[in-house]
């Protein structure tokens, strides 16, 4: 029996064999989970984009809501400042145009109370219920 090459295996210790001098030493395992323990391949989720979308709308409502405010607030000012001007005289003859939108005017003439007429049944906010009282007016300079 011809004895073994010592290029192929050096022993190192008794129980420890060192691969390094083989020509194509094994590749280390990695061991692989049973098929039981593998988890199944995630389906696409088709919400994803919507967590986007959402949070974006809602900021952008936000931006518009405040947008809304300070519309509202500017209105609200311009109309209680009117409120407290001194009233217009109204004369047949004026255009009255946006200038004079919810604004006082004061007219000059007479009641025609015998074409008087109740608009109702109207009620007040301590549930008693009446009818509003319109009466024509004839102006003075006709």
């Given at each position: 029996?011809p004895?073994?090459?010592?290029?192929?295996?050096?022993?190192?210790?008794?129980?420890?064999?060192?691969?390094?001098?083989?020509?194509?030493?094994?590749?280390?395992?990695?061991?692989?989970?049973?098929?039981?323990?593998?988890?199944?391949?995630?389906?696409?989720?088709?919400?994803?984009?919507?967590?986007?979308?959402?949070?974006?709308?809602?900021?952008?409502?936000?931006?518009?809501?405040?947008?809304?405010?300070?519309?509202?607030?500017?209105?609200?000012?311009?109309?209680?400042?009117?409120?407290?001007d001194?009233?217009?005289?109204?004369?047949?003859?004026?255009i009255?145009?946006d200038?004079?939108?919810?604004?006082?005017?004061?007219?000059?003439?007479?009641?025609?109370?015998?074409?008087?007429?109740?608009?109702?049944?109207?009620?007040i906010e301590?549930?008693?219920?009446?009818?509003?009282?319109?009466?024509?007016?004839?102006?003075?300079?006709?």
């Open positions: 029996m004895p073994l090459p010592t290029t192929s295996l050096r022993v190192l210790h008794r129980a420890t064999l060192h691969y390094s001098t083989l020509p194509n030493p094994p590749k280390p395992t990695t061991l692989t989970p049973p098929t039981y323990l593998k988890t199944p391949p995630r389906p696409p989720k088709p919400l994803t984009p919507l967590l986007y979308i959402f949070p974006l709308t809602a900021f952008t409502l936000f931006l518009w809501q405040l947008q809304r405010l300070k519309q509202k607030q500017t209105l609200i000012e311009k109309l209680e400042s009117s409120l407290y001194d009233p217009i005289l109204y004369d047949s003859k004026q009255i145009g200038e004079c939108a919810n604004r006082r005017i004061m007219v000059r003439g007479r009641y025609l109370h015998s074409k008087k007429m109740k608009v109702g049944p109207r009620s301590t549930g008693i219920v009446g009818s509003d009282v319109v009466t024509p007016m004839v102006l003075e300079d006709g």
